[in-house]
């Protein structure tokens, strides 16, 4: 016949048993996976190296810049993301951190998807990748995506347009895009567009060189496409006078001074410091077509700025699968460093890349950047009239291009 427990022995045994069972809990619970472990054995970071040793050119396909372009930029944003090693582990480089970053623009690819190539797990790549945005546009935002606040730069901007596109007077040319994203949980239609997905709206102004001057992202794709220039600060600016434009200019031929503009399409509003074209009707003239052309072949550079951008940083090609407040840090860092690279990266835009023009027959030929898949427009604007001051402005850079001398080419066919 077995003893009888006393209560105390039975609460000590049961004690006991709680203890035993937390222990060997504690035995199986991994810190981290092992493989994960094995960073320094498995990072693409050598393979990287192996490239650049054997072949040099294929380091451009990888890193979408060439070798000396992402040395620079690694010393633009150590002193930002670098972290010290604790006495649990190692901490992931930098080197690491921004190849990370770059390889999520470049591809699109998920950071579940990406902890393969990283070696580094999806919740760490989660704070990595929008803190490394973050380091990557405050480092180089002063001095590649600098908004001119100066007569001085305004008139540099001008005469690029002047010396290129062969548009007087043109301070910059303005479009926006929808940024598609995963729908925000618990959002319900708030970022939900007509255009039936749901989307951010990027709003920019483009220099004659295909380099962002300005940028605004966060506007909910639910906003009517007129709206948008109303919820960034530019227009704010814009219509209080407030960029320091240079005064309006006496043009050859033309009884009135004409002010400095900004170019855009139909999705905007015409006003007096922004030019959009004639609307296409069957009643439009030969006039109004040469205007047209003439605003349209500059405004295109808008157009190649987007497309360049996106095909180089292809997470704009897939919806954006992050938290809604790193969105704004995603897109940010491509806009800062596709100026960046336009100036440090030779290999960044290749002729074929961009749209070109037949000057005999004033036909575009389309770059291959559309061949795999571009940002989507705004819509046509259905907002109210213009006023007359508008409407003269316009007529006056109508009258201009129909009298000037340097006609590129005859708009019969346009």
Known sequence: MSPILSKKAKVALAVGTIILLE????????????????????????????????EPLDVINYLKMDYDAFQELLMLVKPLIEKKNTLFREAVSVEERLLATLRFLATGRSYEDLKFSCIISPQLLGRIIPETCRAIYNCLRKKYLCFPS??????????????????ENCLGAVDGKHIAIKQPPGSGSYYYNYKGFFSFVLFATV??????????????????????????????????????????????????????????????????????????????G??????????????????????????????FLTPIATKVDTVDDIVMACCVLHNFLRRKSTSYIQPNNIDTEDI????????DMHMNGELISLDVSRQGSPTIDAKMIRNGYKEYYNNADYLLVKISTY
């Open 286 to 315: 030969y006039e109004e077509k040469c205007f047209n052309y003439r605003l349209c072949r500059a405004r295109r550079v808008v157009e190649n700025a987007f497309g360049i951008m996106a095909n180089r940083f292809r997470i």
């Open 23 to 54: 222990s060997e809990k504690k035995k199986k619970r991994v810190w981290v996976k092992e493989w994960l472990q094995k960073r320094e054995q498995f990072t693409h970071l050598r393979l990287l190296k192996c490239i650049q040793s054997c």
């Open 150 to 167: 100066k007569e001085e730069e305004w008139l540099k901007v001008a005469e690029g347009f002047n010396n290129m596109w062969q548009f």
């Open 360 to 367: 005999i027959s004033g036909t575009v030929l389309i770059g």
């Open 207 to 284: 220099n004659a060189n295909y380099e962002f001057t300005y940028v605004s992202c966060g506007t909910n794709g639910r906003i009517s496409d007129g709206g948008v220039i109303k919820k960034t600060n530019f227009y704010n600016l814009l219509i209080t006078d407030s960029l320091k434009l240079p005064q309006p200019v006496n043009m050859r031929g033309i009884q009135n001074k004409l002010p400095f503009v900004f170019i855009g399409d139909e999705a905007f509003s015409l006003m007096t410091n922004f030019m959009t074209p004639y609307r296409q009707t069957n009643s439009i």
